[in-house]
């Protein structure tokens, strides 16, 4: 049944994050930028999670909610039917936002000035969070390989050092859209445990599964790394409402997961707000078939960018196996990052994060959002193909 995918919505005039950005943006020629930039989709949020929103206002009352009785099951069995990955219901651990919660879990399990290790590229939030925090953020560099960046066991073991306490791990992998191959996460799981190293994995697009390999959770290998871990889930980007931000990490230590419990309430973002849990329990109980709609439709879109790219510029776009985000390579244009980000604003009248934002190895690279009508997509890229093709480079 089609979703709904190819139809546009128009979001300008919406105060959307995405659209304020360009609001006032025009390429040379006078055209308005698109936005390509922020981790949310251009689709309208999963239909049974906007019904139950719908039901809830209707009913009138936005009063302080708790989460239904079955919930906790019910996260359970998404994990179980989704990614094999059996929990027992009071490993979950609700709160608002994944960044708000990194601040608490870097306050209540570290102390100022231990080290945080994180990949790079990586998602620049964490690195954020870690300074801000007062820890020292060490960031280990991912091989490039072809088409995609692998994990140099001896490279991150030589980053390790007395003060070294947790490992990032995001899967699938913001900005690359990598997802994790269970050799590599069983190095991970083998450099941890050598070392002590307590393991956060952030798995915000676990369901968002493109192509290639399935997302495996890093502790579904492994019992004694589940028990030194922390993995953040979240029904936000797979169904579309970043807006309502609902996170549920999943600790099967209870020691960690009570001192990180007194530690989100102190803070009072134990609990996500009303509607963001009536959005999750919908997503979860009846949003299946729509992200197995959505998961197909967003393949079309990487496949169609592959070779819109590999065509016609030299652009080189990454393998995407899971998320929406796509990882550019274009180093070939020989530009400076600042020349490259005006040329593809001012040439080609899009607006894609810069490379630079997810750490210091993000010079000559762009994170493109995929998740739009593929006309639209197809509109954006013609442009960079313009701007970029071959001719140009
Ligand atoms: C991997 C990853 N983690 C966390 C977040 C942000 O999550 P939250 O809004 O819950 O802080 C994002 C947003 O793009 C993300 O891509």
């Known amino acids: 049944m089609s979703q709904g995918f190819d139809e546009p919505v128009n979001r300008r005039d919406r105060n959307a994050t ?43 009352i936005i009063g302080y909610q708790e989460w239904s009785a079955d919930f906790p099951q019910l996260f359970c069995r998404w994990q179980a039917d989704r990614h094999h990955w059996a929990i027992s219901p009071e490993w979950i651990l609700p709160c608002q936002s994944v960044i708000g919660a990194l601040d608490v879990i ?32 060490v960031t280990v560099p991912l091989k490039e390989n072809g088409a995609e960046y692998i994990l140099d ?13 947790m490992l990032i791990l995001c899967n699938p992998h913001n900005p690359l859209g990598k997802i994790w191959g269970q050799d590599e996460l069983r190095q991970i799981i083998a450099i941890c445990q050598r070392h002590n190293l ?36 979240s029904p936000c980007k797979t169904f579309n409402f970043s807006g309502l931000p609902v ?28 509607l963001g849990m009536i959005a999750c329990e919908a997503a979860y109980r009846d949003g299946a078939p729509w992200l197995d709609a959505l998961c197909q439709y967003l393949h079309g879109n990487v496949l169609f960018l592959q070779q819109a790219l590999h065509q016609h510029t030299s652009v080189r776009l990454f393998n ?36 630079t934002q997810f750490g210091d190895r993000g010079e000559g690279f762009m994170r493109l959002n995929f998740a739009l009508p593929r006309a639209e997509l197809a509109q954006a890229i013609s442009r960079i193909q313009h701007s970029f093709g071959h001719k140009n480079a």
Request: charged fraction near 20%; proline fraction near 5%; aromatic fraction near 6%.
């Open 247 to 274: 996170t549920n990490m999943v600790i099967k230590n209870p020691g960690i997961r009570e001192r990180l419990r007194a530690g989100l309430v102190q803070r009072s973002i134990h609990k996500p707000d009303a």
């Open 198 to 233: 307590l393991l956060l994995s952030d798995d915000v697009h676990q369901d968002l599964h493109i192509q290639g390999a399935p997302y495996t959770s890093i502790t579904s290998l492994s019992d004694a790394i589940a028990d030194n871990a922390i993995t953040f889930t």
């Open 106 to 137: 870097f306050h209540t399990l570290t102390q100022p000035g231990d080290e945080i290790i994180e990949f790079s590229p990586g998602f620049g939030a964490f690195g954020r969070v870690i300074r801000q925090s007062q820890r020292q953020q």
């Open 153 to 165: 066991p001896a490279t991150l073991e030589a980053c390790i050092t007395p003060r070294s306490r």
């Open 18 to 60: 995405r659209w304020r950005a360009v609001e006032q943006a025009t390429s040379e020629d006078g055209e308005p930028v698109i936005p390509l930039w922020i981790a949310d989709m251009e689709f309208r949020t999963a239909p049974v999670v906007l019904e139950a929103m719908q039901e809830a206002l209707t009913h009138g």
């Open 320 to 355: 995407v196996q899971g998320s929406y985000l796509g990882w550019l390579d274009f180093r070939s244009s020989g530009l400076s990052q600042s020349m490259l980000e005006a040329r593809l604003i001012k040439k080609a009248g899009v607006l894609l994060e810069s490379g």
